[in-house]
C-alpha cells in the first residue's frame, strides 16, 4: 500500500460509494467507509424507497374508488398515518442494516463519522482520528434546500422531513415544478390530503418532453391537485385559526391560503460544503458539485468523485454504475467510463411517466424527426367511464430509423420503459418495433401499433 493506511477512503455511505468500496474490498483493496448520518444515504433513507413505498399506498385510494366502479362493494377508507409511518420506518431500518453488513463483510472498516479532506491523501473524521489512503472517493450526493423567502426556513420543509412528520397533513402546498415536487403532490392527495402545488415557470417539469408535461399537468389537476403554475411563494407566517395554528401563505398573485404544511422542492445542491475540497485544489461547480472528467477523476489525481456530488445525471442505478466503473479504472486495470447514454427513468406521479432517450425537442434539435404519438383512454379505464388517457410516443430518426425517444404516460410506465429502454439501447429501428406482435389486449400493445407519423420535422 506503499505505506497508506487504506488504498481507498470512501466518504459518503449511499448507494454510490457503498457499491464502489465493496467491490473494491472485495477485490482485496483495503478499504474504509465514512458515512456521518445512515447507511444507504438519499435512496434508501430519504428518497427514492421511502418515497415509492408512499406511491404504494397513495394509489390504494384511488384503486378502491375504481373498484366500486367495476362492481364491488366497499365502505368508506381513510389513510392512517401513524399505523403506515413506523412500518415504512421500520423498512429502512432493515435495508440500512443490509447496507452496513454487506459492506462490513466484504472486510471494509466502517466509521460513522463525518469525513473531511485535508489533503490529497488525508481524511479527518469528527472522532479526532486521521486516516491516509492512496485514493479518495467523494460519494456525499445531494441535499435539498430551502429558499430565502421570509418564512421559508422556519416554516418550511423539505423532502428530507416529510417521511417524519408526527402527523398528517390535512391540507398541504407543494412548492416546485420538479419531479419531486409532482410526485409529492400526486403521493399527498391520493392519500386524502387537499393539496396545492405552486411552481413559479410557465410548465411543470423542466427538461422533460414538452407534450408529455403538458399531458402530465392536465392529468395531475384533473385527480385533484390544485396546480398553478407562474407562482411563487411571497412570505409565510404562523397564524392561528378556528381549526388550530396553521402556515399562512401569500403568494405573488395575491392569493393567501392556510396550510398544515409547506413543502419546498426547489431544486438540490451537492454535499460539499465545509469538506475541504477546494483548499485542496478540487474544482467545484456553481452548486457546488465536484467537476469530474470521463473516469471520474477529480483534479486532484488521487480523488474521485461519483453519483449527484457530481451532478451528472442524478439517479441511484447511474451513481451504482459510475462506482463500478471506478473500480474497474483504479482498481482493476481497466480505464472504463461509465455510460450516460439513454438511461431511462419514471416520474412516479399519478399517472406515472416513463422515459428513455430523446425529447421530440432534443431530437428535433440534432436532426429531421418522425413523431409518432397515441393518446387513449385504456380498457380499463373506458370501462367505467373514466377520462383519464395514457400515452405513448416514439421519436424517430428519419435517416437511419433508430429510435431516438420513447415516452410512456400512464399506469405502470416505470416498469414499461424499463423493457422499452433494452431496445433503445440496443439501437431498434420502428421497423424492428413494427415487426414486433403486439400483446392483446393490453395498453402498451400500442407502441408497436404506431403505423403512420403524428408529425414530421
Not at 483495503?30 to 430519504?46: D, P, Q, S, Y
Not at 486521521?130 to 416554516?155: C, M, N, Q, S, Y
Not at 409565510?236 to 419546498?264: P, Y
Amino acid at each position: 500500500m506503499s505505506g497508506f493506511d487504506y488504498d481507498l477512503f470512501v466518504i459518503g455511505g449511499g448507494s454510490g460509494g457503498v457499491r464502489a468500496g465493496r467491490v473494491a474490498a472485495e477485490g482485496g483493496a483495503k478499504v474504509a467507509l465514512a458515512e456521518e448520518f445512515r447507511m444507504g444515504g438519499t435512496c434508501v433513507i430519504r428518497g427514492c424507497v421511502p418515497k415509492k413505498l408512499m406511491v404504494f399506498a397513495s394509489n390504494y385510494g384511488p384503486a378502491a374508488d375504481d373498484a366500486r366502479s367495476y362492481g364491488w362493494d366497499y365502505e368508506g377508507g381513510q389513510f392512517h398515518w401513524d399505523r403506515f409511518q413506523p412500518m415504512l420506518h421500520a423498512e429502512l431500518d432493515r435495508l440500512e442494516a443490509i447496507y452496513t453488513r454487506n459492506l462490513g463483510n466484504s472486510g471494509a472498516d466502517i466509521f460513522n463519522a463525518r469525513a473531511v479532506v485535508k489533503d490529497a491523501h488525508t481524511v479527518a473524521l469528527s472522532t479526532g482520528e486521521t486516516f491516509t489512503a492512496k485514493h479518495i472517493l467523494v460519494a456525499t450526493g445531494g441535499r435539498p434546500f430551502l429558499p430565502d423567502t421570509p418564512g421559508a426556513a422556519e416554516f418550511g420543509i423539505t423532502s428530507n422531513e416529510v417521511f417524519n412528520l408526527e402527523t398528517f397533513p390535512k391540507r398541504i402546498l407543494i412548492v416546485g415544478g420538479g419531479y419531486i415536487a409532482c410526485e409529492f403532490a400526486c403521493i399527498f392527495n391520493g392519500l386524502g390530503a387537499h393539496v396545492a402545488q405552486w411552481y413559479r415557470g410557465a410548465q411543470i417539469l423542466r427538461g422533460f418532453d414538452d407534450e408529455v408535461r403538458g399531458f402530465l399537468a392536465e392529468h395531475i389537476s384533473a385527480r385533484g391537485v390544485d396546480l398553478h403554475v407562474g407562482l411563487e411563494v411571497e412570505r409565510m407566517e404562523r397564524r392561528s385559526t378556528e381549526n388550530g395554528d396553521a402556515i399562512w401563505v401569500k403568494g405573488t398573485d395575491g392569493r393567501e391560503e392556510v396550510f398544515d404544511q409547506v413543502l419546498f422542492a426547489t431544486g438540490r445542491v451537492a454535499n460539499t460544503d465545509g469538506m475541504g475540497l477546494e483548499e485542496v485544489g478540487v474544482t467545484l461547480g456553481r452548486s457546488g458539485e465536484v467537476i469530474v472528467d470521463d473516469y471520474s477523476q477529480t483534479a486532484v489525481p488521487s480523488i474521485y468523485a461519483v453519483g449527484d456530488v457530481t451532478n451528472r445525471i442524478n439517479l441511484t442505478p447511474v451513481a451504482i454504475r459510475e462506482g463500478m466503473a471506478f473500480v474497474e479504472t483504479v482498481f482493476n486495470g481497466t480505464p472504463t467510463k461509465p455510460d450516460h447514454e439513454n438511461v431511462a427513468s419514471a416520474v412516479f406521479t399519478q399517472p406515472e411517466y416513463g422515459t428513455v432517450g430523446l425529447s421530440e425537442e432534443a431530437a428535433r434539435a440534432q436532426e429531421k424527426i418522425d413523431v409518432y404519438c397515441a393518446a387513449f383512454r385504456p380498457m380499463q379505464k373506458s370501462f367505467i367511464g373514466s377520462t383519464e388517457r395514457v400515452l405513448f410516443k416514439l421519436i424517430v430518426s428519419q435517416k437511419s430509423q433508430k429510435v431516438l425517444g420513447c415516452h410512456i404516460v400512464g399506469d405502470g410506465a416505470g416498469e414499461m420503459i424499463q423493457l422499452a429502454a433494452v431496445a433503445v439501447k440496443m439501437g431498434a429501428t420502428k421497423q424492428d418495433f413494427d415487426r414486433t406482435v403486439a400483446v392483446h389486449p393490453t395498453m402498451s400493445e400500442e407502441i408497436v401499433l404506431m403505423k403512420s407519423p403524428t408529425r414530421s420535422d
